[in-house]
C-alpha cells in the first residue's frame, strides 16, 4: 500500500503542477484577481523597502500595539479607521522571475499534500470501497483547506474577496484533480481469499 500511496502523491501533484501553470499563466486570470499599484506608488514603496534595507517579512500597517497602553490603543484606532490598511509580503533580495528552486518547492509542496491525502484515503479504505466514495472523501479534505485558509484572510487580514474567490477555484480545482489521481490508485486490494 505504501507503494500506491506515493504513485498517487506523484501522480496527483504532477496533475496540480501542470493545473497551476494553466490557471496562473495560460488563462490569464492572474489579470483578474491582482493589479499592479500606481507607477508612482510602486517607485515610492520600492525606494523606501531598499533605502531603509527594511528586512525581508510579513508587514501589516496599522500594526496592533503590542502593549496595553491606552494612548497607543487610541492611535493604532484612528490609524485602522481612517486607512489605508494594507498586509505586505516583503522579500528584500531581488530573484530570478519563477526560479527553479521556487518550481520544485512548489512541486514539493503539493507532493507533500497530496501525500497526507493519500495517507489518509489508505486509512479510511474500510469504508471507502468504492472510486466515487474515495472520490469524494479527498475532495472534501481539499476542500476543508480551501474554506480553512482563504476566506479566512478575507475576514482576518482584508484580503480582497475577488482575490480570495480566485485562490478557492485554483485549490479546488486542484483537489479535484487530486482526488481523481487518488481515489483512482488507493484502492482497497483484494484478499487472497478473493483472488483464488
Known amino acids: 500500500m505504501a507503494g500506491r500511496i506515493i504513485l498517487a502523491a506523484l501522480f496527483s501533484a ?11 499563466s495560460v488563462s490569464g486570470v492572474t489579470y483578474q484577481l491582482m493589479e ?22 510579513m508587514y501589516v500597517y496599522p500594526m496592533p ?3 496595553p497602553d491606552e494612548e ?12 489605508p490598511r494594507f498586509q505586505i509580503a ?22 507533500v499534500v497530496a501525500l497526507v491525502a493519500a495517507f489518509l484515503t489508505a486509512m479510511a479504505l474500510p469504508v471507502l470501497d468504492s472510486f466515487g466514495k474515495r ?4 475532495a472534501l479534505v481539499a476542500l476543508l483547506g480551501v474554506l480553512w485558509s482563504n476566506p479566512g484572510d478575507v475576514i482576518w487580514w482584508h484580503h480582497s474577496p475577488v482575490y480570495c474567490l480566485g485562490q478557492m477555484v485554483y485549490g479546488g480545482v486542484g483537489g479535484l484533480v487530486m482526488a481523481a489521481f ?9 484478499s487472497i481469499a478473493n483472488a483464488q
Open 90 to 111: 516583503h522579500r528584500l533580495e531581488g530573484g530570478e522571475v519563477m526560479a527553479p528552486r521556487t518550481m520544485i518547492l512548489g512541486f514539493v509542496h503539493m507532493f
Open 182 to 190: 487518488i481515489a483512482g490508485i488507493v484502492r482497497p486490494q483484494p
Open 36 to 57: 499592479p499599484l500606481p507607477e508612482s506608488a510602486q517607485a515610492d514603496i520600492a525606494a523606501v523597502l531598499r533605502r531603509d534595507k527594511v528586512p525581508s517579512g
Open 14 to 24: 504532477i496533475a496540480m503542477f501542470f493545473w497551476g501553470f494553466v490557471y496562473w
Open 72 to 83: 497607543v490603543a487610541k492611535d493604532f484606532e484612528e490609524l485602522h479607521l481612517a486607512g
Open 65 to 67: 500595539p503590542k502593549t
Open 135 to 138: 472520490f469524494v472523501f479527498v
